[in-house]
């Protein structure tokens, strides 16, 4: 009985991280949870970590059991996209760009509409798609790289900056203002500076209040288990629930 539970604890399965949780403890807390099981086989087990999330960020953080550590490093080395829903406060600016750090600046914002706010996005999304297309090395002249363009396929051969696939404001009522941007290799850093950089091509300033993963790879926040959640029972469910998932988005990379 423990083997065969064994052989199913080793893969893939995303957990949800609050805000203000650093991604040690929560890996260590799923640690313990398996070191419940007994047997010596199982005193050897490590968790892995996937695309980290820092301490002020929340959501779908991707864990690797056994052997599925592996997993994460073919899942990197696929550059799959990741999406965020960010939010941002008009009218402020601070040194780390978080609402919380010291206070920089305050600007007014009357002017800021919803249009202009479009604008900026669509252009910001232009430059990056046009940098993803040099980072893969394609010629887009060929039908192939054509079709692969249209399919969303066209990913960086290997490490480069921070690429927005895609990005959009979804609710807009000033000072506040939230966007959901599809991306990949960001650090939430890279995307509260987003934020700042916004808010100077409006004219004004803007500080980011709130970063939270949505999707990492195949991983939604459907996925995610919550607190209540990290046991054995429900992470040896998500891993058999996500593993046709995962061999499918491999094999496609």
Sequence with gaps: MASARLRRLHGLFAA??????????????????????????????KVGVGHRLDAQASGVLVFGV????????????????????????????????????????????????REKLDRILAVMQGSHQKALVMYSNLDLKTQEAYEMAVRGLIRPTNKSPMLIIGIRCLHFAPPEFLLEVQCMHETQKQLRKLVHEIGLELKTTAVCTQVRRTRDGIFTLDDALLRTQWDLHSILDAIQAAAPRVAAELEKA
Excluded at 88 to 113: I, N, P, S
């Design 16 to 45: 949800y991280k609050p805000p203000g949780l650093k991604w040690k403890h929560l890996r260590d807390t799923m640690e313990l949870q398996l070191l419940k099981v007994r047997g010596p086989a199982f005193t050897s087990l």
């Design 66 to 113: 056994g052997q599925g550590r592996r997993l994460l490093t073919d899942m990197y080395n696929a550059h799959l996209t990741k999406d965020y829903t960010v939010r941002g406060l008009l009218g402020k600016a601070t040194d780390d760009f978080c609402e919380d750090g010291r206070l920089v600046e305050k600007t007014t914002y009357d002017h800021v509409t």
